[in-house]
Structure formats: C-alpha cells, structure tokens
C-alpha cells in the first residue's frame, strides 16, 4: 500500500485550505469587516445612559481607592511613626 494521497492537501473536506501570508491578510481583513458591519451605534439616550454609568463606576473606585490608600497610610504612621529625624 502507498500513502500517495496523503500527501495532497484539501482532499478532505474538514481540513482548511493552506493560505499564503498575503492570503492570511486579505482573510483577517474580510473578517474586520464582517465584524464591523455587526456593530450597532447607539441611540443618544443610551449613549448618556452609559456614559453616566461609566462616570459613576469611575468616581466609585477613585473613591474606594482613595479610601484604602488613607487607611494604609495611617496604619503605616500607626506601625512606624511620622518619620521625624531624631
């Protein structure tokens, strides 16, 4: 028995065809593309809805890390002292 059509490539139907580099290029932009043309704008009511949700999420987190750097920074002060020179 000879394995001569092993060799060729495509000859099964579940095995992807073989691209060059610039084939691989041209596959990924059609890709973007496709992709792009899913994309759905939102309206201005939700835009502002969103945008509110991010500032809040933001102004939370600046809040609880503000909060923490304080609470670490007195138990530092509590452990070592205020760090004047002797």
């Known amino acids: 028995m000879t394995e001569a059509t092993a060799d060729h490539r495509g000859d099964t139907p579940g095995e992807p065809r073989s691209r060059g580099f610039f084939g691989r290029i041209g596959l990924f932009l059609r890709q973007v593309v496709d992709e792009l043309k899913k994309v ?27 909060g923490l750097d304080w609470v670490f920074g007195q138990m530092a002060t509590f452990t070592f002292g205020e760090g004047t020179p002797q």
Not at 40 to 66: D, N
């Open 40 to 66: 759905v704008t939102p309206t201005r009511e939700e835009l502002v809805k969103l945008t509110g949700v991010v500032l809040a999420f933001v102004i939370l987190m600046m809040l609880l890390v503000t």
